[in-house]
């Protein structure tokens, strides 16, 4: 019903920045709004941990890991969400997944593929 892509996602220094985004498309956005949309992440034998959300009305969430290096934003007219991540550590080495919430719509969230960042020299 909701299909989201995303993209950014590649090697980096430490250090280093990139910008994920993630669109959200979909005959259902006709019916139901967005409610929120955010980042996740899933580093290889660990769980998968909330890094940053942010509602329609602008309303942002981060993890305190990531506080002062992570910037979540959106384009509500193009229903993207987008990512500036700013002084990347090797810890920050994950699969990052892009979620999103409806309105009134009783399917909890959706999910996209996720896209590997890995930060190395």
């Known amino acids: 019903q909701v299909q989201l892509v995303e993209s950014g996602g590649g090697l980096v220094q430490p250090g280093g920045s990139l910008r994920l985004s993630c669109r959200a498309s979909g005959s259902i956005l006709s019916i139901f709004s967005i409610n929120a949309m955010g980042w996740y992440r899933q580093a290889p034998g660990k769980q998968r941990e909330l890094v940053a959300t942010?509602?329609?009305?602008?309303?942002?969430n981060y993890a305190d890991s990531v506080k002062g290096r992570f910037t979540i934003s959106r384009d509500n007219a193009k229903n993207t969400v987008y990512l500036q991540m700013s002084s990347l550590k090797p810890e920050d080495t994950a699969v990052y997944y892009c979620?999103?919430?409806?309105?009134?719509?009783?399917?909890?969230?959706?999910w996209g593929q996720g896209t590997q960042v890995t930060v190395s020299s």
């Open positions: 979620n999103v919430r409806l309105i009134w719509d009783r399917t909890p969230s959706y």
């Open positions: 942010i509602t329609s009305g602008g309303s942002t």
